[in-house]
């Protein structure tokens, strides 16, 4: 096997995504989701920080699952007033094995597609910076001076609703 196949990245599942409230995340799919973010927030970040903060419950989850019911990514959607005045993204996550494949942008632009049809409305992101760019590509722009969060760098960042002079 040479070098540079075992660099290349496999090619994702396909995966299915939908939307499960609180009240209908049944005990396997809560413990999945709480795992895929321990293993990249806590564990891989080396980051000790309180990942259940008490918005679970008010969000909707979105899951990235292949066609065997294994959840691959995943972002909580928060409504306006949740957490900032404006919906929010947060806690998104796609699974190691799956980076660079193109899982982390189906998963954003997804979790967009959501927002905007369950809250017609800007969308604010706490962003780790090191991915500012990946942000701005889905037309994200930096709202706020550079801010720690559990020793990782962030800035919160803006996206105005679709044809709106925000």
């Known amino acids: 096997m040479t070098?540079?196949?075992a660099e290349q990245p496999s090619a994702p599942p396909a995966l299915t995504f939908s939307t499960r409230i609180w009240t209908a995340l049944d005990l396997d799919r809560l413990y999945a989701l709480l795992r895929l973010r321990a293993e990249v927030f806590v564990v891989e970040q080396n980051c000790a920080f309180q990942d259940l903060d008490g918005y679970d419950r008010v969000a909707d989850h979105l899951l990235g699952e292949d066609c065997a019911g294994h959840l691959f990514?995943?972002?909580?959607l928060l409504p306006p007033g949740a957490k900032y005045v404006e919906a929010s993204i947060g806690r998104l996550v796609t699974a190691p094995s799956l980076r660079g494949t193109g899982v982390g942008r189906q998963l954003l632009a997804t979790a967009l597609r959501e927002c905007q049809r369950?809250?017609?409305?800007?969308?604010?992101?706490?962003?780790?910076q090191r991915l500012q760019r990946f942000y701005e590509t889905f037309g994200f722009t930096v709202d706020g001076p550079p801010y720690l969060e559990d020793g990782i760098r962030h800035v919160e960042m803006l996206l105005p609703p679709p044809g709106s002079l925000y």
């Not at 990514?73 to 909580?76: H, I, S, T, V």
């Not at 369950?118 to 780790?128: C, E, K, T």
């Open 3 to 5: 070098s540079s196949t």
């Open 73 to 76: 990514a995943y972002a909580r």
């Open 118 to 128: 369950r809250w017609p409305a800007p969308v604010r992101i706490g962003a780790q």
